[in-house]
């Protein structure tokens, strides 16, 4: 069975920094694009970050400058910087995969993967 599993969320003041992991785990051949989207109160789910697997970036305007994601290939992980904290930032943030899985010889099947969530609490 192949999943995320995030760490890293909590509570932080304005202006502080926080910094989520999302690992992957299970029978995995490759891994393509892995993001972090982030789901406020009342809002719909907006991508944060994605990398792909050659490390090509892109952010959501409003965390440009603030945010790093990164990706450790030999891992399965995916991290994601925060710095400079807003409370508007705060939301559920989860992980996302585009990976291929292998089910057995030559049985290799695309998968799109979601988090659990982890909730950032920007607050003072």
């Known amino acids: 069975q192949v999943q995320l599993v995030e760490s890293g969320g909590g509570l932080v003041q304005p202006g502080g920094s926080l910094r989520l992991s999302c690992a992957a785990s299970g029978s995995i051949f490759s891994i393509n694009v892995m993001g972090w989207y982030r789901q406020a109160p009342g809002k719909q789910r907006e991508l944060v970050a994605r990398i792909s697997s050659i490390g090509a970036t892109n952010y959501a305007d409003s965390v440009k400058g603030r945010f790093t994601i990164s990706r450790d290939n030999a891992k399965n992980t995916v991290y994601l910087q925060m710095n400079s904290l807003k409370p508007e930032d705060t939301a559920v943030y989860s992980c996302?995969?585009?990976?291929?899985?292998?089910?057995?010889?030559?049985?290799?099947?695309?998968?799109?993967?979601w988090g659990q969530g982890t909730l950032v609490t920007v607050s003072s």
């Open positions: 996302n995969a585009d990976l291929f899985s292998r089910y057995g010889a030559g049985d290799y099947r695309r998968l799109e993967l």
